[in-house]
């Protein structure tokens, strides 16, 4: 029997995966974590020796309902130095396997997925958070988070206003007059930081700077700030005041006290405890937790990304890929009567 496994390439993902349907699938799986159907270890990182760079490996497991689930793994790399290059900071694939026998059934490029399923969170945390009537977006940074943030955000709220700063201002011109046209909605850049926040209703960082870009002095009450460009301990978007200020909910708590900086160093200064975290994104979704509760608290979802979501995206490529006939089959590796086989 020849096994063939399919290959989903950077372009195809965007086709597959739309933010819409995404946004749904993030919001099924946070769910499913929350409710014990779906499990992973911490991510794993190999670091360069001079921490230019790293390479990273995201198992998990969901279970499907009415069937065996799925297993799979992300195992990208990292290196923030690409930003404003020809390639992008996180590169690499993830592998998809059914778990009923173990049968590889897709590889499928990382940095779209990656790209994609980040906002999309986001976007489930903006709709679960953010005020009904939030229309002000603050974009902090201005590469390929911060168009599928605009996107996703723009799916879950009525934007009337976009703001984008970057530490570059060059580029949020750029950001700005593309995404302007490309949307047909007006995107302002700003010249600072400061400028796009303050008085935004929904703040979304998407940086690499490991010293924080946004101060709580410059945050309005009742915003709803995504935190999502810091997934190690020693980086951080936001300062100590924005955390304090804030009522803070997180992707997953084991994985935001072992990798999210933006908390730990608050928590390393006394500035706020464990305690600080309100609940997990799943608690919210489903109604363990009533998430925001006045109008004028400020909120705050840091993500540091899930092996499960990456794991839930691939799921609903794989399947529309399957539906469409789209992507690229490969013979592989997998059956017993194939030369080279295992014993």
Partial sequence: MIHRVLIVNQREVAQLLPMDACIQA????FVALTRGEAAMPLRQIVWRPDRTGALGLMPSRLEREGGAGSLGAKIVT????????????HQGAVLLFEAERGRLL???????????????VSAVATR?????????????????????????????RPLARVRVASLTPERAQAFARRESERLGLAVTACASVREAVEGADVVCTATSSRAPVVEGAWLAPGAHINAVGSSVAAARELDTAAVVRSRLFVDRRESALAEAGDFLIPRGEGAVSDAHIQAELGEVLTGAHPGRTARDEITLFKSVGLAVEDLAAARLIFATAQTRGAG???????GRDQPGSAP
């Avoid at 990292?78 to 900071?89: I, R």
């Avoid at 897709?106 to 779209?112: G, L, M, N, P, R």
Wanted: aromatic share 6%; glycine share 8%; no cysteine.
């Fill in 128 to 156: 679960a958070l953010a005020r009904p009537d939030a229309k002000d977006l603050a974009l902090v940074g201005s590469g390929v988070q911060a168009r599928t943030h605009l996107e996703a955000i723009r799916a879950v």
């Fill in 78 to 89: 990292f290196f923030p130095k690409n930003e404003g290059t020809e390639l992008d900071s």
């Fill in 328 to 334: 690229t089959y490969v013979e592989f590796g997998g």
């Fill in 106 to 120: 897709a590889v499928i490029d990382a940095t779209s997925v990656t790209a994609i399923r980040t906002a999309a």
């Fill in 26 to 29: 993030m919001a099924t799986a």
